[in-house]
């Protein structure tokens, strides 16, 4: 089965570090371009950033320079660390595949892990 | 950055009637434009790309139009299960930015 499973989030103080693993089944990590996305609560959708089949990033201005997505091509897993985080970081964040070897839409979807930073 | 603006927020409409939502995008994006539908509780739908292209599984009732800054999601007779939020994304350039959401309510 094609899916996405998201893990990692949690409550968190401000500051602190977390990573996030988005796991893949029935396809490869490493041949689409793979993405976070966040929703704050009550909010609408945030890019959060790109990991092109090339394995080049891309950050939204929001997390660039706090955030890092990596790929484990092993174990066919996506990750976003996530340093330096603050009350406005709080939000679901999804993992999410493009539709094909460039950006076109994001074709499939994680559930969501929830990430809470608060003290 | 481009910004990504839909209308209207809301929009309350009677089932079986039809609704258009719009997006305009701060600057061009070409015809790089998809839209997503997301319900209550559950990750987003990639219902159309590349502007009016439907992805694999939407019903035909969906059709997205326009090209550079303006664009429409157009649904035909809507069903109970199109209750939902809508938004647009352009990724034309870094960073990808999504529209507020437009909010499908029943009438």
């Known amino acids: 089965e094609v899916q996405l499973v998201e893990s990692g989030g949690g409550l968190i103080q401000p500051g602190g570090s977390l990573r996030l693993s988005c796991a893949a089944s029935?396809?490869?990590?490493?041949?689409?371009?793979m993405n976070w996305v966040r929703q704050a609560p009550g909010k609408g959708l945030e890019w959060v950033s790109v990991?092109?089949?090339?394995?080049?990033?891309h950050y939204a201005d929001s997390v660039q320079g706090r955030f890092t997505i990596s790929r484990d091509t092993s174990t066919n897993t996506l990750y976003l660390q996530m340093n330096s985080l603050r009350a406005d970081d709080t939000a679901v964040y999804y993992c999410?595949?493009?539709?094909?070897?460039?950006?076109?839409?994001?074709?499939?979807w994680g559930q969501g892990t929830l990430v809470t930073v608060s003290s | 950055e481009i910004v990504m603006t839909q209308s209207p927020a809301s929009l309350s409409v009677s089932p079986g009637e039809g609704a258009t939502l719009s997006c305009r995008a701060s600057q061009t994006v070409s015809n790089n434009l998809a839209w997503y539908q997301q319900k209550s509780g559950q990750a987003p739908r990639l219902l159309i790309y590349d502007a009016s292209l439907r992805a694999t599984g939407i019903p035909a009732r969906f059709s997205g139009s326009g090209s550079g800054t303006e664009f429409t999601l157009t649904i035909s007779s809507l069903q109970s299960e199109d209750f939902a939020i809508y938004y647009c994304q352009h990724y034309n350039q870094w960073p990808l930015t999504f529209g507020q959401g437009t909010r499908l309510e029943i009438k």
């Open positions: 029935g396809f490869s990590v490493s041949a689409n371009y």
């Open positions: 999410a595949r493009d539709l094909g070897t460039a950006v076109r839409g994001f074709d499939l």
């Open positions: 990991i092109h089949s090339g394995g080049t990033s």
